[in-house]
């Protein structure tokens, strides 16, 4: 499965954030990538890599931490109308806690990945 990778798209207060995704259709697809993604150390070693996916059956989403984080990009995947392709979100924690601004740093990879394969 192709993994396309973003890396280092923005930083907020020290926190560095990177986006990628790739199709899958099922959960086990979707887990498959973020496997291939935390083949890399620095991925591996990332404070979370929240990701979401649309399915025929419904979203699947992992926070991996970020509470709430997996919710804000199934609802962008269900706004582009975008199935069968896993958006994950990871964030490399700068030590400066976000709050909601958090929320709107995933948003802003998640249409950065969007605008990319347009």
């Known amino acids: 499965m192709p993994l396309t990778l973003h890396d280092y798209i923005l930083t907020d207060r020290g ?10 259709a099922s959960k086990g697809e979707a887990l498959a990538l973020v496997k291939e993604l935390k083949r ?3 991925f591996a070693k990332a404070t979370h890599n929240t990701w979401a996916l649309l399915t025929v059956d ?14 804000v990009i199934v609802r962008m995947l ?4 975008l199935t069968n392709h896993v958006i994950i979100v990871t964030r490399w924690f700068g030590g400066t806690h976000l709050g ?4 709107r740093r995933v948003q802003d990879c998640v249409t950065f990945y969007i605008d990319q394969m347009e």
């Open 100 to 103: 909601g601004d958090r929320f």
């Open 78 to 81: 269900e706004r582009a109308k």
């Open 40 to 42: 890399q150390k620095k």
């Open 58 to 71: 419904g979203p699947v989403k992992n926070d991996d931490g970020e509470a709430g984080a997996g919710m």
């Open 15 to 24: 926190s560095k954030y990177a986006v990628s995704g790739g199709p899958a």
